[in-house]
């Protein structure tokens, strides 16, 4: 089957940086995006890696190494709007680009 | 570009009735949208794939006769919560795929309608 496994939360100090794992168990591999949700909001689209290596967009950089099925997002300088679940997600085998979800990272910052 | 409406944001009904969710792409025309479910501090749910002109394929364990899909246009997928009762309160997102965008996964997502069931 396919899953996901990322940390449950994470506590960080505003400036600072952090990094969300994320590791996948999945018979065919399309890609592992990033989606970032406020609470009582939506998720947004944060990157996409289809290749191995590193993604950066501003102060969000993504990684993915194929071979250890395992990416992770990194926030840099952290502010507090910051604050907020991550979600890693691949899509699904054979689908019609449907994802499959972690259970999301609460992100915590402290001032 | 790539914008996703969702009405209404925030409904209450009484257990019986039936809610309708609108979600349309307002400037792009999306052939697949995807309605999820989400409870408090949990993750998304994919309850179904909405096809325009076609049928709605249903997740394993969703009830199809219960969340009525109907994706009538390329920018318009309503889903309908027939005979809701308080444990179908929770937030439900739609998502579309902009098409042509290659081999990435991105969805865009509506803001999300909060149904709340007395």
């Known amino acids: 089957g396919q899953s996901l496994e990322q940390p449950s939360e994470v506590t960080a100090v505003e400036g600072a940086i952090v990094q969300i794992n994320c590791t996948y168990q999945?018979?065919?591999?399309?890609?592992l995006s990033w989606y970032q949700q406020h609470d009582g909001g939506a998720p947004t689209f944060l990157s996409y890696n289809g290749l191995d290596g590193l993604e950066e967009t501003g102060r969000f950089s993504s990684f993915l190494s194929r071979s250890d099925s395992y990416g992770y997002l990194l926030l840099q300088e952290l502010q507090m709007k910051d604050s907020a679940s991550y979600f890693c997600a691949v899509r699904r085998p054979d689908s019609n680009y449907q994802l499959i979800w972690g259970a999301g990272t609460k992100l915590i910052i402290k001032p | 570009g790539a914008v996703v409406s969702q009405h209404p944001s925030r409904v209450i009904c009484k257990s019986g009735t039936s809610v309708k969710i609108e979600c349309r792409s307002l400037d792009f025309q999306a052939t697949t949208m995807f309605w999820y479910r989400q409870f408090p501090k949990q993750s998304l749910m994919l309850m179904a794939t909405s096809n325009e002109g076609s049928k709605a394929t249903y997740e394993q364990g969703v009830e199809k006769d219960k969340f009525l899909i109907n994706h009538a246009s390329l920018t318009l997928s309503t889903l309908t919560v027939t005979s809701a009762h308080p444990e179908d309160s929770s937030f439900y997102i739609c998502s579309a795929r902009l098409p042509g965008q290659g081999f990435t996964d991105t969805q865009y997502f509506g803001p999300g309608t909060r149904l709340t069931v007395l």
């Open positions: 999945t018979s065919g591999f399309y890609g």
